[in-house]
């Protein structure tokens, strides 16, 4: 069982840049690929970038690339999102996630979810 907790949430002004983090607890974290995904009022939750275990391999949706960047630290047991030139549309909860086949990233089948946090980027 691996637990997952985000911080970094906050409110942001159009173009600043802000820093998720996720800390897990728990057997395995090294194996596991690890993934960001958003949540804004009224709509579905969406991916928005993964990390395979080793840290060599990442996706991001379009909506972010070029401006987001995950990373991840074995040692720490923590992955992160650096956001910058963030957008009002980028308003949103945000989701860190542990997927147990860990050699790709992927946009899928993830197992352990954190609760999220909050990140508002206003106009």
């Known amino acids: 069982q691996v637990q997952l907790v985000e911080s970094g949430g906050g409110l942001v002004q159009t173009g600043g840049s802000l820093r998720l983090s996720c800390a897990a607890s728990?057997?395995?974290?090294?194996?596991?690929?690890m993934g960001w995904f958003r949540q804004a009022p009224g709509k579905e939750r969406e991916f928005v970038a993964a990390?395979?275990?080793?840290?060599?391999?990442?996706d991001y949706a379009d909506s972010v690339k070029g401006r987001f960047t995950i990373s991840r630290d074995n040692i720490k047991n923590a992955v992160y999102l650096q956001m910058n030139s963030l957008k009002p549309e980028d308003t949103a909860v945000y989701y860190c996630?542990?997927?147990?086949?860990?050699?790709?990233?992927?946009?899928?089948?993830?197992?352990?979810w954190g609760q999220g946090t909050q990140v508002t980027v206003s106009s």
């Open positions: 728990g057997p395995g974290f090294g194996s596991f690929a």
């Open positions: 990390i395979s275990w080793s840290g060599g391999s990442t």
């Open positions: 996630a542990a997927h147990p086949i860990g050699g790709l990233p992927a946009r899928g089948g993830y197992a352990f």
